[in-house]
Nanobody, 124 residues
């Protein structure tokens, strides 16, 4: 099992920045990739960004490309999502996820473990 705990959400004005953190524990040696997804009220849970556990490859949704950056921490068991130039449409609950599947990228079903989510609210 892998446990994931997110932190760093909050309320920010449009144009501002937030950094989300995801701490992984447990059988982290089994992880291939870590991802961030988000879910707005009444909407599906959508892919935001992913990074391989080695940190070598990243991939972003078009809606956040150039504004968000996913990275691995020096401690290697933490993944960050730096969010800049935030827009009201970025408002959602953000979830961290871990996948044991080689080649996992944007599909929600490829992720085996999920955090509890952290709320991000961007005011206009």
């Amino acid at each position: 099992q892998v446990q994931l705990v997110e932190s760093g959400g909050g309320l920010v004005q449009a144009g501002g920045s937030l950094r989300l953190s995801c701490a992984a524990s447990g059988r982290t040696f089994s992880i291939y990739a870590m991802g961030w997804f988000r879910q707005a009220p009444g909407k599906e849970r959508d892919f935001v960004a992913t990074i391989t556990w080695s940190g070598g490859s990243t991939y972003y949704a078009d809606s956040v490309k150039g504004r968000f950056t996913i990275s691995r921490g020096n401690a290697k068991n933490t993944v960050y999502l730096q969010m800049n130039s935030l827009k009201p449409e970025d408002t959602a609950v953000y979830y961290c996820a871990a996948s044991n599947t080689f080649g996992a990228t944007i599909r929600r079903g490829e992720y085996d473990y999920w955090g509890q989510g952290t709320q991000v609210t961007v005011s206009s």
